[in-house]
């Protein structure tokens, strides 16, 4: 599964937009593109996913660019709680094996009031 | 989304004893479960994969014979921590997988072996 950068941390004032950016630069054609958040002490949430469209949902919007090589995950209107550590995650998706998850060190967004 | 669940949520036992985490998909059936685990400050580490009816599937560096897993029905997974030590206390997390691949995740189990 190709590696991902994520900026290691992040703040956002309450309210407004958090763009959360990842780089996945040797994605492959059949990788998809999963976004979790792991609340502290908790299990991780997943948030969305996509192949190469814009997807949105009621957490998040993602925006993937056209050579699939970035991606950037959109929390409209950040709240407290969306403070969490953030995973982008590629992999092949489907079946059985979309459980398998490699994580990277994800980036920590600090919602402020 | 579809629930996982875990149990027990946290756990204290001596050293030397064997603990058993349970992880239960609640809302669909899971004929794969995944087994990782968190030390603190660090991100998740696939342990195995774990198959129903099937022997599991051991990432890397993790002893088969410490972390004993079971996946007898479409619905549960166990993970056996074996003769524990200090060491092994750790945040254990199970995910399952629905059809179309997303992965949902129990809430942790906290280990602390004394």
């Known amino acids: 599964d190709a590696k991902t950068t994520q900026p290691t941390s992040m703040d956002c004032a309450e309210g407004r937009a958090a763009n959360l950016p990842c780089n996945h630069s040797?994605?492959?054609?059949?990788?998809?593109v999963y976004w979790y958040r792991q609340i502290h002490s908790q299990g991780p949430q997943y948030i969305i996913h996509g192949l190469k469209n814009n997807e949105t949902n009621e957490m998040a919007s993602l925006i993937i660019t056209e050579d699939r090589k970035s991606s950037t995950l959109i929390l409209p209107h950040a709240t407290l709680r969306d403070t969490a550590v953030y995973y982008c995650?590629?992999?092949?998706?489907?079946?059985?094996?979309?459980?398998?998850?490699?994580f990277g060190q994800g980036t920590e967004l600090s919602v402020k009031p | 989304g579809a629930v996982v669940s875990q149990h027990p949520s946290w756990v204290i036992c001596k050293s030397g004893t064997s603990v058993k985490i349970e992880c239960r998909s609640l809302d669909f059936q899971a004929t794969t479960m995944f087994w990782y685990r968190q030390f603190p400050k660090q991100s998740l580490m696939l342990m195995a994969t774990?198959?129903?009816?099937?022997?599991?599937?051991?990432e890397q560096g993790v002893e088969k014979d410490k972390f004993l897993i079971n996946h007898a029905s479409l619905t549960l997974s166990t993970l056996t921590v074996t003769s524990a030590h200090p060491e092994d206390s750790s945040f254990y997390i199970c995910s399952a997988a629905t059809g179309v691949g997303e992965a949902f995740f129990g809430q942790g189990t906290r280990l602390t072996v004394v």
């Open positions: 774990s198959n129903e009816g099937s022997k599991a599937t051991y």
């Open positions: 995650i590629v992999r092949v998706g489907g079946g059985n094996q979309g459980g398998k998850l490699i």
């Open positions: 040797t994605i492959s054609g059949n990788e998809y």
